[in-house]
Every structure is written in structure tokens, then in C-alpha cells.
């Protein structure tokens, strides 16, 4: 079963991600990979996060594919102009790659290439329009395409921002738009992921709640000082610095908030920064997901 | 100067819906010197408007003032005593005076009645022309005062584009950029200096990122 048939079946959809390499190495990524075959619906390729740089994530969805996963391609408005947005959508159509996670993108300000400059032709929502209008046969300069691509378009949603307001109008413009699925970013804070659905209002639109896993303190508080949108209570820093075995907690903390969020959720989306897939099959079991 | 043009009146028109009494605010700097947004202008725009209203059977009541500079908090404060029974501010200033007012009339409605172009020069009467792109890091020195940030419709660094024929831009009926540069280092000699090759611009000196600030702590004033 792909990735869009698991978010019909109505079961808990189980999704990860992974960051293609720098360079052209992905042994390493691959081989983490291989650990949860048959255990996730979707795997995210992610885009050249914080703007640096990385192997195409086209290419590596590609790659993932071939090891039977269905990828979920990444695709943001950072570094594209509305052509090259629409040209990758194409392409990704013929490779076999359907599911799409449209995003803004992150700035360019921590890029590992400083001065780049930045494109944001196109913002999220205006992208998920592009990629709906390509597949009702037309581009977005209003001509006939010859062969209509069909996706599975997903969009970001981010709970934890304050105040909320402007990010539920934003989803509900990504729905407007089409989008049939939402990722959230990380969530620590499961009463409050709670009160931000409550203000959203009920939609048709399944959402997977993301988790991420933590493996230190110094990775919390890396987050708490450097990731906008996202915050890691205190009582979590906590666990780890007075944890003897941190990537057992990581664990546990992630097992944790999964068990809890996939009764408000369509799925839960594991990400990490480390080729550590081999827990996704542990973190699924304690948090009763298989 | 900035310089910027009036939005056609009907767009104007349709963002004034409703109102009826408008302070339309002119400004004294950059769009009076290009004949869009200074004193001339702001008693067109207002006749013009109350014109419109009053054949459409919805009579406007205008109020007229051009401050110094829009850009300026000092002038800005001067617009509070001619807001009495105002509904809405008509800024005819380029973005950055549209902003200022609605920053420091927070309970105001302020809206733009020009479209703000570019950075540029009067070439002849009528007819203006965009010189500076406003990157933050000026690149004249290396390209004989010609800037092909801005005047190259590709903002080109190392020398012109397939594109450019007879001394004329693919794209535009302009001269092309790298052509003037050639010329001008050539008349003055200084042709070998183009041979260096320029490194990839450094954007995070223009607008990427965000709005730019300039901080002078020698001329700011404490407290």
C-alpha cells in the first residue's frame, strides 16, 4: 500500500524523513533506511535544510524508491523561481515520485553558503496551486501542458507558533489550495498541539503530527535557541540531562508524545537529523503503534 | 531619489470604498521632485477623487496636507491635527512614507495612492530611469560607474550575455550595461581591470533576510 492509499485507509499513517547527503555518498543514509523496511507508509526527502547544501532531493526520492519505500519529495521556494518549481514537479511525475510536501523553505541566513541569495518566487501556498493547476493540464503562465502529472500534495502546518492566528489562516489557505494532507513540525507539547486544533476548526484534511527525536540535552537546547517554531518544555531538557543512556530516552520521550498525539492525529511523522532509523521499529512499539 | 508613479485612480477609488472623509497626505521629498506625490499632486488627486465620488452619488470630503518628508517622524507627528473626523489616510508618498503613517497612527486605516519603482534619476523632463538596485554593497568601483546589478537585466557580474547585440540589451531597448562598461573602461584605460574575474555576489548584504538596518552609534542620541 503507497503512501496516499495509507492516508485513505483511515489506520494510523506512520511517515519519517531523512536528509540526503552532502556529496554523493548516500551508503550510509541508504543503509539506515533499509532498517524500517515495510514499517513506515512514507519517507520525507527533505530539501536542503537551513540552506545547505545537499544532494538533489529529487534524486535521492529516486534512490529511495528503488528500495521500495514510497518518498514523500520536499520541495521549497527558497532556492526556484516559479519555471524551475513547475520543471521539478514534471519531473518528479515521470520518476514515479508523487507525494509532495510543498514548503516555503527555510532563509538563508545560518546557509552553510553565505551571501546565496534567495528566490521565494513562489511561497508554499501559491505552490501547491501551481502543482493542482499542472495536473488539471495548464501552467501557471496559463498554457496547456502536454501530459498532466497527478500528486499527492501535502503542506507543513506549525503549531507551536505564537500567536496562532495568522497559521490557522495559513493552513486553511494550504487547503483552499488543495492540499490533502498536513505534516506538523516537531510537537513537544501535547496539550497545546491539542488547543491549536481546537481553534483550527474540524478539517476533512488528515493531519500527521511530527515528533522528532532528541538524542542529547545539548540537541534540546540547540532547538530551544536555534529552530524557530519550535520549543522543547523544560521537563523534557530535564530528562535528558539526568539521563545515563540519552538515546534510550530519546526513545522514550518520542514513544511518548507518538502514543499521545496519534489519538488527535491522521499519523505521526518521526524525524531525526542521524541515521537512526534503526529505532523507528522500538519508538512504533512503545508507543503502541504496531 | 525614490521615484514612483500613481496607481490608475480606479484602483485608488476602490481602496477608498466606504470613506467618507480622506486625508490625503503628500510628501515634500523624492515624489515631488518625480511629479507624483507632492503639493501639485496631492491637490490633483484630490479634486480628482471628489470628482469621481460626487458622479458616482457618493460624495468624498477630502482633506489636503503635504508633509516635509513621510519618511521622518518629526513631519509624520505634524499629520495628528488634521485627523479629526478622518476615516482613512491617503498616502501619496513612495511605501516607505505609507508605512511610517500607519506605524504611527496605529487606529488609522492608511492606504497607497502610488506604486513605488525603483531608485533612480531624472534623465529628461518626464522620463525617469532606475541607477541603483540597492544591494548594500556597491560594486561601482570595479565596473567604471556603471552598475550592472541593476542595469543588466540579468545582473550579470563578469561581462555581458549572449544576448547583447550591437550595444543594445536582448530584453530591453537600453543600452546594455556591460556594453557601457566596456566602453567607459576603455576610454579611460582601464580595460585590464575588467580581466579580473568578480566572485559570486554576497546577497545577504541586499534585502535577503529581511528589512536592513544602518546603525551609527557616533550620531545617535542617548536617552
New interface residues.
Given amino acids: 500500500m503507497g503512501f496516499r492509499d495509507a492516508l485513505k485507509s483511515g489506520r494510523t499513517v506512520i511517515t519519517t524523513d531523512v536528509i540526503p547527503p552532502k556529496g554523493t555518498d548516500l551508503s550510509k543514509r541508504l543503509a539506515s533506511l533499509q532498517e524500517i523496511s515495510g514499517r513506515v507508509d512514507g519517507i520525507n526527502i527533505t530539501d536542503m535544510p537551513s540552506a545547505n547544501l545537499r544532494m538533489s532531493a529529487l534524486a535521492m526520492s529516486v534512490k529511495v524508491r528503488e528500495l521500495g519505500f514510497d518518498p514523500i519529495l520536499q520541495i521549497t521556494c527558497r532556492d526556484r523561481n516559479r519555471l524551475s518549481l513547475q520543471a521539478e514537479l514534471l519531473g518528479a511525475h515521470v520518476l514515479g515520485v508523487s507525494n509532495l510536501l510543498l514548503l516555503s523553505g527555510d ?3 545560518k546557509s552553510d553558503h ?5 528566490v521565494f518566487d513562489l511561497g508554499s501556498v501559491t505552490l501547491i496551486e501551481a502543482a493542482r493547476g499542472l495536473e488539471k493540464g495548464h501552467d501557471l503562465g496559463g498554457n496547456a501542458i502536454k501530459g498532466a502529472p497527478d500528486f499527492c500534495v501535502g503542506a507543513a502546518l506549525d503549531p507551536d507558533k505564537e500567536p496562532q492566528g495568522a497559521e490557522i489562516d495559513k493552513a486553511w489557505d494550504k487547503i483552499k489550495a488543495g492540499t490533502e494532507f498536513f505534516q506538523t513540525q516537531p510537537i513537544f507539547d501535547v496539550a497545546s498541539f491539542a488547543s491549536f486544533l481546537e481553534k483550527m476548526g474540524k478539517t476533512e484534511v488528515p493531519i500527521i503530527a511530527g515528533v522528532f527525536l532528541i538524542t542529547s540535552a545539548k540537541m534540546a537546547r540547540f532547538f530551544n535557541d536555534n529552530v524557530p517554531g519550535v520549543t522543547i518544555p523544560d521537563n523534557i531538557v530535564r530528562e535528558f540531562d539526568e539521563s545515563a543512556d540519552p538515546l534510550k530516552t530519546g526513545v522514550e520521550v518520542t514513544a511518548r508524545l507518538a502514543r499521545e498525539l496519534k489519538e488527535m492525529c491522521a499519523g505521526i511523522h518521526i524525524m531525526m537529523v542521524s541515521d537512526l532509523h534503526n529505532l523507528i521499529p522500538d519508538i512504533l512499539k512503545q508507543s503502541r503503534l504496531v | 531619489m525614490i521615484v514612483a508613479e500613481a496607481k490608475p485612480l480606479e484602483e485608488i477609488l476602490d481602496s477608498l470604498k466606504g470613506m467618507s472623509k480622506v486625508l490625503v497626505a503628500g510628501c515634500g521629498g523624492c515624489v515631488a521632485v518625480c511629479l507624483a506625490g507632492g503639493e501639485k499632486e496631492v491637490g490633483i488627486m484630490a479634486s480628482a477623487l471628489r470628482m469621481k465620488r460626487e458622479l458616482a452619488g457618493e460624495p468624498l470630503v477630502t482633506v489636503e496636507e503635504t508633509l516635509t518628508r513621510q519618511c521622518d517622524p518629526e513631519y509624520v507627528k505634524e499629520l495628528g491635527k488634521k485627523l479629526d473626523g478622518v476615516d482613512c489616510i491617503l498616502s501619496m508618498a513612495c511605501g516607505v512614507g505609507v508605512q511610517f503613517l500607519a506605524e504611527h497612527y496605529p487606529d488609522m486605516w492608511v492606504v497607497p495612492a502610488l506604486n513605488t519603482k525603483f531608485a533612480g534619476a531624472t534623465i529628461e523632463h518626464g522620463l525617469w530611469e532606475e541607477r541603483c538596485g540597492l544591494c548594500g554593497e556597491c560594486v561601482l568601483a570595479q565596473t567604471g560607474g556603471v552598475c550592472p546589478v541593476i542595469r543588466c537585466a540579468k545582473s550579470l557580474l563578469n561581462g555581458p550575455c549572449g544576448g547583447s547585440q550591437n550595444g543594445k540589451c536582448e530584453v530591453k531597448p537600453n543600452a546594455c550595461a556591460w556594453q557601457l562598461i566596456y566602453d567607459r573602461m576603455k576610454s579611460l584605460g582601464r580595460l585590464e581591470q575588467l580581466v579580473e574575474v568578480a566572485e ?7 534585502r ?2 529581511g528589512p536592513r538596518q544602518v546603525v551609527r552609534e557616533d550620531v545617535k542620541i542617548d536617552g
Wanted: no cysteine; net charge negative; proline share 6%.
Fill in positions: 532563509d538563508v541566513d553565505p551571501g546565496v541569495k534567495s | 559570486a555576489k554576497d546577497w545577504s548584504k541586499s535577503d533576510g
